[in-house]
């Protein structure tokens, strides 16, 4: 995910400040990794400093100084092309999982066993985010980006199945290489 253009997306909604832009962040993406401030006010920084994002103005409102920023024209185009661009599938996957049931192969440890614990972490990983869509006021932003990690799980757990169904013939082709 890119943060630069996530920040210029909620700056489309008009001029911010740091604290606020990490606000609304942890709040429109909340199964996203929370930002931390220092990330917001460096990537702030770039932005301005690559004509994307401008200064709108300081002021304190009884509280601590604080920069409020908005998009520049500049911003708001790049902030369309990105958003309009298409992700390209991956064109090969990195998978830990497999590399882990390899590593165990070649070092004489057990990848069924492995595999095992990995599908009970994932159920239960699945578990909380079924309880956190499931919530009572769940917003639709929650309650999609549940089903998206509970979409990739799911992938995840047929994998397993599968490689754990096949780790003979696995474990057979790894040892002869």
């Given at each position: 995910m890119s943060t630069r253009h996530i920040l210029l997306?909620?700056?489309a909604t008009g001029p911010s400040h740091g604290y606020d832009l990490k606000r609304r962040h942890d709040e429109r993406f909340?199964?996203?990794?929370p930002l931390a401030y220092g990330q917001v006010y460096t990537t702030l920084q770039r932005l301005v400093r690559d004509g994307l994002a401008e200064v709108d103005g300081t002021g304190s409102d009884g509280g601590p100084e604080r920069t409020a920023y908005r998009t520049t024209d500049e911003g708001t185009h790049e902030l369309a092309r990105w958003a309009g661009e298409i992700a390209p599938p991956a064109p090969f996957v990195a998978n830990e999982i497999f590399a882990k049931v390899v590593v165990a192969i070649l070092s004489g440890?057990?990848?069924a066993r492995y595999l095992s614990a990995q599908r009970?972490?994932?159920?239960?990983?699945?578990?909380?985010?079924?309880a956190?869509?499931?919530?009572r006021g769940a917003d639709l932003a929650t309650v999609l980006s549940a089903d998206y990690a509970l979409n990739h799980l799911d992938a995840d757990l047929r994998w397993m199945n599968t490689t754990a169904a096949r780790l003979t013939t696995l474990t057979a082709e790894?040892?002869?290489?």
């Open positions: 997306g909620l700056l909340p199964q996203a990794r440890g057990d990848p009970a972490a994932h159920m239960e990983r699945m578990r909380e985010l079924t956190v869509k499931a919530a790894v040892d002869a290489a």
